[in-house]
């Protein structure tokens, strides 16, 4: 986070905590540059988390992929090409079942649904045996999407990997799965 924007938070905080406690503390022995200084080495240390990288690789890889999209000319966004890709691949699927294998709510697949279908990449029809769920199609510009970025979403995830030896690249899927592994709640 950027510094001035750190600061002004931290400003607009103690603002807040002198609000509630003004009137019974002494300011004259408050030290604000001891606070400011210990606020910041915690974020210091939040930049060193495991976890904390981990949530910035994956967005900056998803920024590099959304605009490896562009820079070739595909009008579709990671997610709406991750969905497309599923129902490619699950053609029978519910949205429920495509919000569980792409990770994102059901509110969210159902609205980039609705975009692919207003973009011409997919039909959405009522399903011939229960009227309460929808049919998806891949229309042809889905297609000829699919076929494109089958062929370029390799290079990018290579191109996001180069340098790394595939026995690195093998222990991280491990450790990721271990991670995932121990997060899964257990019946006790």
């Given at each position: 986070m950027n510094l001035k924007i750190t600061q002004f938070i931290q400003r607009k905080i103690l603002k807040q905590i002198f609000k509630i406690f003004l009137p019974i503390i002494d300011i004259s022995t408050i030290d604000f540059k001891y606070i400011c200084h210990n606020n910041l080495k915690s974020m210091k240390k939040l930049t060193t988390s495991f976890f904390y990288n981990?949530?910035?690789?994956?967005?900056?890889?998803?920024?590099?992929?959304?605009n490896q999209f562009k820079i070739n000319g595909f009008d579709i966004t990671l997610d709406q090409w991750l969905i497309l890709n599923t129902v490619a691949e699950y053609p029978d699927c519910t949205q429920n079942d495509i919000a569980e294998k792409v990770f994102k709510d059901k509110a969210s697949v159902t609205r980039i649904i609705?975009?692919?279908?207003?973009?011409?990449?997919?039909?959405?029809?009522?399903?011939?045996?229960n009227r309460r769920m929808f049919q998806l199609t891949i229309t042809e510009k889905g297609l000829e999407t699919i076929e494109k970025l089958t062929e370029l979403v390799p290079?990018?995830?290579?191109?996001?990997?180069?340098?790394?030896?595939?026995?690195?690249?093998?222990?991280?899927?491990?450790?990721?799965?271990?991670?995932?592994?121990?997060?899964?709640p257990t019946s006790s």
């Open positions: 981990l949530e910035k690789t994956v967005k900056i890889y998803r920024q590099f992929f959304q609705e975009l692919l279908v207003q973009n011409g990449f997919l039909l959405r029809d009522i399903h011939p045996t290079k990018i995830r290579q191109k996001a990997l180069e340098g790394i030896e595939p026995a690195s690249v093998s222990a991280a899927q491990e450790m990721l799965e271990m991670i995932v592994q121990n997060c899964i």
